[in-house]
């Protein structure tokens, strides 16, 4: 099939359109596209992706915003009977609409950066909707994250998305790749979802003590988390109340978050 020729990029829309056939390849190669499989597709563009999805026969949804490229892609794919397309912002789509279809949805986009980091965080939270999500972002945000205590990108973000996926780093992909060439280095990463999320419970308080360690996280956590948490509660969830937030993992917040629910009530 004949490629949907590259248009004027609408920059507002994070329009960078991959050119890169191996990188097309190793993206693809992440997700294994099956023709039994629900796959979803964040803003196809100019179909870079797409087109080797739809060779599949796996069932294809894709989801952009832009009316003109969404005309295209409808007249391209029309004789296609296993893709669907919604012209829709995906910021304002129904997820959960989608699950009468598959409640194990792949997902796949290259993502636009000015909405990466919250589409992201709302769609890990739709854990129930999907089995797998493969996305290309800035690479500085895919650093955070998949980043691990102690680590520079460590922070907020990566935290409060690792406790509700699996998130690992893949590669990385040249501003050259692109149509136009964007002014960061971009990463490809994967998420799995946790099947066993503990304690739902203790969610707003974890969020909470997150949020305050990271606001001054050059402070002990003594200190930065003294107008929530007394010192020895920290300490009876043993954590050292001189360590920082950095130093936590994800596994010790919770900890903590489960005894200052113990001692706070809700
Ligand atoms: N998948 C194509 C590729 O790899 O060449 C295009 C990727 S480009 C980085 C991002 C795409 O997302 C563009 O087609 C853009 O129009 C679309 N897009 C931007 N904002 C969107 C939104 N809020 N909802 C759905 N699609 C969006």
Known sequence: MKRLAIPRAKKRLGQNFLIDDYVVAQIIQLIKPQHTDHIIEIGPGTGALTDLLVRTKAEITAIEVD????????????????F?????????????????????????????????TPLIMN????????????????????????AKAGARSYGRL???????????????????SFSPQPKVQSAVIRFQPIDDKKNP???????????L???TRR????????????TDVIKHAEI???????????????RLALKTLEVLGH
Do not use: C
């Not at 690992?168 to 040249?174: C, D, G, L, P």
């Not at 419970?201 to 949020?211: G, L, M, P, W």
């Not at 402070?219 to 007394?230: H, R, V």
């Not at 109340?241 to 919770?254: D, G, Q, V």
């Open 240 to 254: 050292d109340p001189k360590s920082r937030a950095e130093n936590l993992t994800i596994a010790e917040y919770e």
């Open 84 to 116: 669907k397309l919604h012209n829709s912002d995906i910021m304002n789509f129904d997820l959960g609409s989608l699950r009468e279809q598959s409640t194990e949805w792949k997902i796949i986009g290259n993502l636009p950066y000015n909405i990466a």
């Open 219 to 230: 402070k002990t956590l003594a200190n930065s988390l003294k107008s929530l948490i007394p």
């Open 67 to 82: 009316r003109d490229l969404a005309r295209n892609l409808l007249e391209h794919y029309a004789n296609i009977a296993t």
């Open 158 to 176: 990566s935290i409060m998305a690792q406790r509700q996926a699996h998130i690992s780093y893949k590669f990385e992909v040249n501003a050259a």
């Open 201 to 211: 419970e203790i969610d707003v308080y974890f969020e909470k003590i997150v949020r």
């Open 123 to 146: 769609l890990v939270t739709h854990g129930s909707l999907w089995s797998e999500m493969i996305f290309m972002l800035q690479k500085e945000v895919a650093l955070r994250l998949t």
């Open 213 to 215: 360690a990271f606001a």
